[in-house]
């Protein structure tokens, strides 16, 4: 059974940082790709980073590149998404997704239906 457990979320400053973590079980890490997605209140969900299968090629969402970096452990099956000089655009539930498919990190980042097993979502304030 594929289950995804975010963590590591709360408050943070402006220009602060945060490091989540998702806890992959059911599956192994390399045999899946691995996305952060973030949902605010009103607004859509986002690409914030998407890892192919295999390769591990990373993709970024526009709002986030260069400020944010995901990273897999592949010995404890967990995915980090570490998060520096936050902002309060930043602000929303941050969800780990995962899928036995294959595809490029660019397109499914901007598909979320593409991807078939979700974690709870662990939430992200960004605030003074």
């Known amino acids: 059974q594929v289950q995804l457990v975010e963590s590591g979320g709360g408050l943070v400053q402006p220009g602060g940082s945060l490091r989540l973590s998702c806890a992959a079980s059911?599956?192994?890490?390399?045999?899946?790709?691995i996305a952060w997605f973030r949902q605010a209140p009103g607004k859509e969900r986002e690409g914030v980073s998407c890892?192919?299968?295999?390769?591990?090629?990373?993709a970024y969402g526009s709002a986030v590149k260069g400020r944010f970096t995901s990273s897999r452990d592949l010995a404890r099956n967990t995915v980090y998404l570490e998060m520096n000089n936050l902002k309060p655009e930043d602000t929303a539930v941050y969800y780990c997704?995962?899928?036995?498919?294959?595809?490029?990190?660019?397109?499914?980042?901007?598909?979320?239906?593409?991807?078939?097993?979700w974690g709870q979502g662990t939430q992200v304030t960004v605030s003074s």
């Open positions: 997704a995962a899928d036995p498919g294959y595809g490029s990190p660019w397109l499914t980042c901007q598909r979320p239906s593409w991807y078939d097993y």
């Open positions: 059911g599956f192994t890490l390399n045999e899946y790709a």
């Open positions: 890892i192919s299968q295999s390769s591990g090629d990373t």
